[in-house]
């Protein structure tokens, strides 16, 4: 059974940043392009980041350009996600799947992890 577990999130002050860490159970993430998305109250899940399989190559979505990294380490099955310059805006739970042509997959989503941006 395949499991994403998403954690690192927390309370952080404007301006502050967190990482948010992806790890797979279940599934070589190797292979796979894997996105991460955002979904604030009220508002549909919104993609923010995807990394390809090597690492390689990275899209971020424009309102999160210059201050979030997508990273990865095939060798730990996990992918990162390291935010920056964090604005209230970006308030919202935190979710990691596979991308590409074959995802996202409706049953592998997981938990989430809440972070949220306030003074």
């Known amino acids: 059974q395949v499991q994403f577990v998403e954690s690192g999130g927390g309370l952080v002050q404007p301006g502050g940043s967190l990482r948010l860490s992806c790890a797979a159970s279940?599934?070589?993430?190797?292979?796979?392009?894997v996105d991460w998305y955002r979904q604030a109250p009220g508002n549909q899940r919104e993609l923010v980041a995807t990394?390809?399989?090597?690492?390689?190559?990275?899209v971020y979505a424009g309102s999160v350009k210059g201050r979030f990294t997508i990273s990865r380490d095939n060798a730990k099955n996990t992918v990162y996600l390291q935010m920056d310059s964090l604005k209230p805006e970006d308030t919202a739970v935190y979710y990691c799947?596979?991308?590409?042509?074959?995802?996202?997959?409706?049953?592998?989503w997981g938990q989430g992890t809440q972070v949220t941006v306030s003074s």
């Open positions: 990394i390809t399989p090597s690492g390689r190559n990275t």
């Open positions: 799947n596979i991308g590409g042509t074959a995802g996202p997959r409706n049953d592998y």
């Open positions: 279940g599934i070589i993430l190797t292979i796979y392009t």
